[in-house]
């Protein structure tokens, strides 16, 4: 059964500084896709960046870049020169090729920034 | 539209109440998804619609809970006889539908609804 760990529930980090989000995953499928989304306070889900499992380079997408480890099943996403607006909630997500009808979450990190 | 509409945004009702929320998916998007996401916690699956296939159903609670696409477009999940455990943000997602893992989900800005 495929399965998105988010061991760290909260994280405080100092403005401009870089800050790494973990995400482990679990399938038995060759082929999946992983994406990080962020939701802030207002609610809304904002898709930030995906990685494909035959993908061979690792996603980026401006400050945002995911640290893929096809070996160890982690996607960690890595946010670069962090600003006080990415405070948020991140949620990592997974759909496997097998059932395209669902992508199951992570319960997600807390990120706040600190001035 | 430019992305994922819902309404109401909030609703309040009592407890036993039936409840309609709407979304209206990024024109285009064969694939409609509803989750529900409760307080600090991430995000439950409750549907799947694609195109004129039968919807997935799996994650749907219990039979109080029921959806519909009409025209493959617009989506209604109607909850029955409403509980105050069915108090949650209630998100509407749409993709493309390629059913390949590279298909991205766009999501709402979700419906609140608080039952008393």
């Known amino acids: 059964a495929q399965k998105i760990t988010q061991t760290q529930p909260g994280m405080f980090v100092q403005e401009k500084e870089a800050v790494t989000l973990d995400c482990t995953y679990d399938t038995s499928d060759p082929s999946y896709g992983l994406f990080w989304y962020k939701q802030p306070s207002s609610g809304e889900m904002i898709f930030l960046i995906y990685q494909g499992s035959y993908d061979q380079q690792n996603a980026t997408e401006g400050r945002y870049s995911l640290n893929f480890q096809k070996a160890r099943k982690s996607a960690n996403l890595v946010i670069s020169a962090s600003q006080l607006g990415d405070s948020a909630m991140y949620f990592c997500?997974?759909?496997?090729?097998?059932?395209?009808?669902?992508?199951?979450f992570g319960s997600g990190t807390r990120l706040s920034i600190r001035p | 539209g430019a992305g994922v509409s819902q309404s109401p945004s909030n609703k309040v009702t009592e407890k036993g109440k039936d409840v309609e929320l709407r979304c209206d998916p990024i024109s285009g998007h064969t694939a409609l998804y509803w989750y529900r996401q409760s307080l600090g916690q991430g995000l439950e699956f409750l549907i799947y619609?694609?195109?004129?296939?039968?919807?997935?159903k799996s994650g749907l609670p219990s039979d109080r809970f029921s959806a519909e696409r009409t025209g493959g477009s617009v989506s209604t999940l109607t909850i029955q006889r409403t509980q105050q455990e069915d108090s949650a943000v209630y998100l509407c997602?749409?993709?493309?539908?390629?059913?390949?893992?590279?298909?991205?989900?766009?999501f709402g800005p979700g419906t609140r609804l608080t039952v008393l």
């Open positions: 997500a997974m759909r496997e090729y097998s059932s395209a009808s669902k992508i199951i």
């Open positions: 619609f694609q195109g004129n296939s039968a919807p997935d």
């Open positions: 997602a749409s993709s493309l539908g390629t059913l390949a893992p590279t298909d991205t989900q766009y």
